[in-house]
């Protein structure tokens, strides 16, 4: 039975990786809300970056901020994470880069 799951999540996370990859955002928001909540640890960093960045492209970044701090933290090294937080931080007038600081997820000094 447990391989099965660890199966049924690597299609999962394949599927999921193949709509970021083709940049179907509006798809990914959905499969990813169809997501069961508890997320097996190997592949929650890589859940909350898809997160991070839908809720990114959606405009909503104060939200995106909890999924992507999750998906940057030093276990996960996702550098694709890091990468949407300093490009939107520098491209947005809400001061993402103030509001990542305040809630004590900057990581600055990993670059």
Same mark, same amino acid.
């Given at each position: +039975? /447990?391989?099965? +799951? /660890?199966?049924?999540?690597? $299609? *999962?996370?394949?599927?999921?990786?193949?709509?970021?990859?083709?940049?179907?955002?509006?798809?990914?928001? #959905?499969?990813?809300?169809?997501? &069961?909540?508890? #997320? &097996?640890?190997?592949?929650?960093?890589?859940?909350?970056?898809?997160?991070?960045? #839908? *809720?990114?492209?959606?405009? $909503? /970044?104060?939200?995106? /901020?909890?999924?992507?701090?999750?998906?940057?933290?030093?276990?996960?090294? =996702?550098?694709? *994470?890091?990468? %949407?937080? #300093?490009?939107?931080?520098?491209?947005?007038?809400?001061?993402? +880069? =103030?509001? *990542?600081?305040?809630?004590?997820?900057? %990581?600055?000094?990993?670059?």
């Amino acid at each position: +039975m /447990i391989a099965g +799951m /660890i199966h049924q999540w690597a $299609a *999962t996370i394949e599927r999921l990786a193949e709509l970021d990859r083709s940049q179907a955002f509006a798809e990914l928001d #959905v499969a990813l809300k169809a997501l &069961p909540g508890d #997320v &097996p640890d190997g592949h929650r960093a890589a859940v909350a970056h898809w997160r991070g960045k #839908v *809720t990114l492209f959606n405009d $909503a /970044i104060a939200e995106a /901020i909890p999924q992507l701090a999750l998906a940057a933290s030093p276990e996960s090294e =996702r550098d694709a *994470t890091i990468y %949407c937080l #300093v490009r939107h931080s520098c491209a947005s007038s809400s001061g993402l +880069m =103030r509001e *990542t600081a305040s809630s004590g997820l900057c %990581c600055c000094n990993r670059f």
